[in-house]
């Protein structure tokens, strides 16, 4: 196992009758690579998993360390954890600034994203600040606010930050979780949106106001108000004698670590992520695209990457129409 393993993709499938969608399939394909871990001595994992995945290293590192330490008896109450939260601010801006001027043909704001990267590695908050201000910004957020918005498929949005707390609604993290998680029995979205909730009255669409909670969250680190449950959030909690669970809120969402001790080399090994959350076959995407009507396939399409962009997948998609 090495850092260039194939880390998954998602498979959206649309079929289409009159210009009309009226079924959508989401599956998220994803490598088993806490299978690999097995028999492994559990500090060694711990060093692993930082160079296996690409985004959010530091997040997932952060997990196996914590999730480690409370198989052996060592919980953590929920914290913000400094190089979490940085990397965390570090994907808003990419995705803000490089990733959605693309989107609408534009090109990305390279040199204010980098420029922004520094102002958040030095903590200078007030640069940031004017830096979002930038009329390009702006420009983008109008853009997206203009998109057609879907009218459907509003999911529950997942509340969950505190490992201790998350023992109440998951004794043991089961296969299915990572393939398909549920939380009180159905689909929930995690990431940005979710941890803004009921804090902030809607003023968009469903796309927009994925957008603008990421840019809510910049400006919170911005101004010293970013709270436990933001994003670098990380706790860890003993699930029984030899098993830990670690949760840590990345940009895109809840993470989730479980791991299986036995005589300190890895006997189970549990990886839960946002974008298994996500990208949950009955979560907000199919209901986004279930009823879309389309002139044609690139419309079709273009609506499609916006959708998937809202909710912002860790590894790369394809769609499929029919």
């Not at 060592?74 to 693309?102: G, T």
Request: net charge negative; glycine share 8%.
């Amino acid at each position: 196992m090495n850092a260039g393993i194939d880390t998954g993709s998602v498979y959206l499938r649309l079929q289409s009758a009159n210009r009309r969608v009226v079924a959508a399939q989401v599956r998220c394909q994803r490598p088993q690579v806490a299978q690999l871990l097995k028999g492994r001595q559990a500090d060694a994992v711990v060093s692993l998993l930082p160079s296996v995945f690409a985004l959010c290293g530091r997040a997932q590192g952060t997990a196996a360390r914590l999730a480690v330490a409370a198989a052996r008896g060592a919980e953590s109450a929920p914290i913000l954890v400094p190089e979490i939260v940085n990397e965390a601010m570090r994907e808003h801006l990419w995705r803000c600034l490089l990733d959605l001027p693309v989107l609408f043909a534009l090109p990305p704001l390279r040199n204010e994203f980098l420029i922004a990267v520094q102002r958040v590695d030095k903590d200078q908050g007030e640069g940031l600040l004017e830096l979002l201000a930038n009329p390009e910004v702006n420009r983008l957020l109008v853009m997206v606010e203009a998109l057609e918005q879907p009218l459907a498929g509003e999911p529950a949005l997942l509340c969950v930050h505190s490992a201790r707390a998350s023992l109440a609604v998951w004794e043991q993290l089961g296969a299915e979780m990572g393939g398909a998680p549920t939380w009180h029995g159905q689909a929930a979205e995690t990431g940005a949106y979710a941890r803004r909730g009921s804090q902030a009255t809607p003023v968009g669409g469903a796309f927009a106001e994925r957008w603008l909670a990421r840019l809510a969250e910049l400006e919170l680190w911005a101004t010293g108000r970013l709270n436990v449950g933001a994003g670098g959030t990380a706790s860890a909690a003993t699930v029984a004698p030899g098993i830990g669970r670690a949760l840590v809120e990345t940009a895109r969402g809840l993470l989730m670590h479980e791991v299986v001790l036995e005589n300190d080399r890895i006997a189970d090994y549990r990886i839960v992520a946002p974008t298994e959350w996500n990208f949950h076959p009955q979560g907000a995407l199919p209901g986004w695209l279930v009823g879309k009507c389309h002139s044609d396939d690139d419309e079709l399409r273009s609506y499609a990457a916006h959708a998937v962009a809202a909710l912002d997948p860790c590894v790369r998609w394809e769609l499929i129409m029919a």
